[in-house]
């Protein structure tokens, strides 16, 4: 059920511990007890990937306790030529190290990268509150300033692809229904933090990665670098346009700080004023600033149902209030005509807006001049109802 989610969700990360520890024997026990609460597409890959190397458990260990004595080494060695040229600079990065867990997680999306639920590790009526907060998990698990393992730039991508994909309903729609037709197993093979923009070209309408992190997380890599540690390295990505937009923020000083969160401030108070002034106006000039309120569905405050005199459009109000407007004949015509004007004008946005969705997935299985047309789909775009231009014709 859903309301063990999180439960499960927590008996997860203890599996994922108790893996990057060493315990085999544990990792199972707690990642079977995840998918006896609330069966998730990650729990269940997790699971598959530790059975997979129980039987070398013994063998990872030995190789990981070699890896870390040479990591050892090799950032003594490094602290003593700290003049040295680049290339020493660079053996520094490829020492970076990384946890067991963190490696299989990057391996786990790389394996599910064109299945966007499983990816965010969520199921497929998820709704956009929980797609988001799947997201913020995601994305600070495998950021590259948090996860070092090979690989973690490409998941990182792909946990941001999923998310601008599936938090837009047309994108998420067309998505459900046709699958992940526009990405390239070539281009995911071959990306890398240098070469994001000429590899990743079928993500050229999404936002970068590191600006859709910043929305969520303000942009201040200060605070950002209070989850990881005092030591965070910035990664950059994308053109030098936004390389020198970060590295100029990260040189501002507590003082700058706080004059721009106060500039910020100024519009959103003058936007609120207007707002009131606008709301004080309009009670004064307003005719219909006495009418009742009303809904077009069904609510605990709004369950008196009313049908509007000429097109029987039906809406809801509260009985009490409805009865206090104590409307004339002229204002309830005036009333339900407003209803339907709006009512109307909603359909035709929303006719539009299916109309749009239909043509474009036509468009997308058409292919180019002729050449590419793919048939099934083609058909399953002609055949798409359009209910809110078939309810508009019927007013109209």
């Known amino acids: ?45 997790f699971l598959e990937n530790v059975l997979k190397n129980s039987s070398n458990s013994e063998k990872t260990t030995n190789q990981n306790t070699t890896k870390s004595d040479t990591n050892s080494t090799t950032e003594f060695e490094n602290k003593k030529k700290s003049s ?46 929980e797609i988001k907060k799947a997201y913020r998990k995601m994305a600070l698990q495998f950021h590259p300033d948090k996860n070092s393992a090979p690989g ?24 459900d229904q046709f699958g992940s037709t526009s990405m390239s197993s070539s281009s995911f093979a071959s990306a890398s933090s240098n070469n994001y923009s000429r590899n990743f070209n079928s993500f050229e309408s999404d936002i970068n ?24 390295r910035v990664r950059k990505f994308g053109n030098a346009r936004f390389a020198n937009a970060y590295q100029r923020h990260a040189n501002q000083n507590t003082e700058q700080d706080e004059n721009r969160g106060l500039a910020q401030l100024i519009p959103i108070i003058g936007f609120i004023l207007i707002i009131i002034l606008s709301a004080f106006i309009g009670n004064i000039l307003d005719p219909t600033r006495n009418d009742p309120n009303y809904t077009f569905t069904k609510t605990y405050n709004y369950n008196n149902k009313k049908s509007t005199n000429k097109f029987r459009i039906p809406y809801y109000v509260n009985k009490n209030e409805f009865n206090r407007a104590d409307l004339s004949s002229s204002d309830l015509h005036r009333f339900e005509s407003k209803i339907e004007e709006i009512y109307i004008s909603s359909l035709r946005n929303e006719c539009y807006r299916q109309t749009e969705n239909k043509q474009r997935m036509i468009n997308d299985a058409s292919g180019f001049l002729g050449f590419g047309v793919d048939r099934e789909r083609l ?3 002609n055949r798409m109802k359009l209910p809110a231009c078939q309810e508009l014709n019927s007013y109209i």
């Open 1 to 45: 059920m859903v309301v063990n989610l999180d439960e499960a969700e927590r008996c997860l990360e203890i599996a994922q511990k108790k893996l990057a520890s060493g315990d085999i024997q544990g990792a199972e026990k707690f990642a079977r007890k995840s998918i006896n609460l609330h069966k998730t597409h990650k729990a269940e890959i």
């Open 84 to 129: 040295a040229p680049t290339a020493n600079n660079t053996n520094k990065e490829n020492t970076k190290t990384y946890t067991k867990e963190q490696h299989d997680s990057v391996k786990i999306i790389k394996a599910v990268k064109n299945d966007y639920y499983k990816v965010l590790g969520i199921e497929k009526t998820a709704t956009e509150i």
């Open 152 to 175: 973690a730039d490409e998941a990182f991508k792909i946990v941001s692809h999923a998310f601008t994909t599936l938090s837009d309903s047309s994108k998420r729609t067309h998505y």
């Open 209 to 232: 990665p590191e600006d859709l992190f910043n929305m969520f997380f303000g942009g201040n890599m200060n605070d950002f670098g209070s989850n990881f540690g005092p030591r965070v």
């Open 379 to 381: 058909d399953r775009a």
